[in-house]
């Protein structure tokens, strides 16, 4: 079964910094786009940054500027270095990652579990 793990939430206070990790385990033959969503309370999730395989990077106009997606292919991990953090960036931060397990097999997108952030004033 493959299985994105998010670490690295917590709580910090405003304009401080934090990085989340995803690594993506299990039975991969090939991971394209690897996201970050987030969903504060009440709120949709919201896709916020997105690093494809072959490093092209978007992000959302509440975080650009701010935060900063790369990935390691060879660990099958991607990072969300989280910079000058408000407290509206507070919320429970998923992974996503299109994974496919076989060299035949469409990718199909996996999720984590969530890591939350809180950003205190």
């Known amino acids: 079964q493959v299985r994105p793990v998010e670490s690295g939430g917590g709580v910090v206070r405003s304009v401080g910094s934090l990085r989340l990790s995803c690594g993506v385990t299990g039975n991969i033959y090939s991971i394209g786009d690897m996201s970050w969503f987030r969903q504060a309370p009440r709120r949709e999730r919201e896709l916020f940054a997105v690093a494809t395989s072959g490093g092209t990077t978007t992000y959302g106009d509440s975080v650009k500027g701010r935060f900063i997606i790369y990935r390691d292919n060879d660990k099958n991990t991607v990072y969300l270095q989280m910079n000058n953090l408000k407290p509206e960036d507070t919320a429970v931060y998923y992974c996503?990652?299109?994974?496919?397990?076989?060299?035949?097999?469409?990718?199909?997108?996996?999720w984590g579990e969530g890591t939350q952030v809180t950003v205190s004033s």
């Open positions: 996503n990652a299109k994974v496919g397990r076989w060299s035949w097999e469409k990718k199909e997108d996996t």
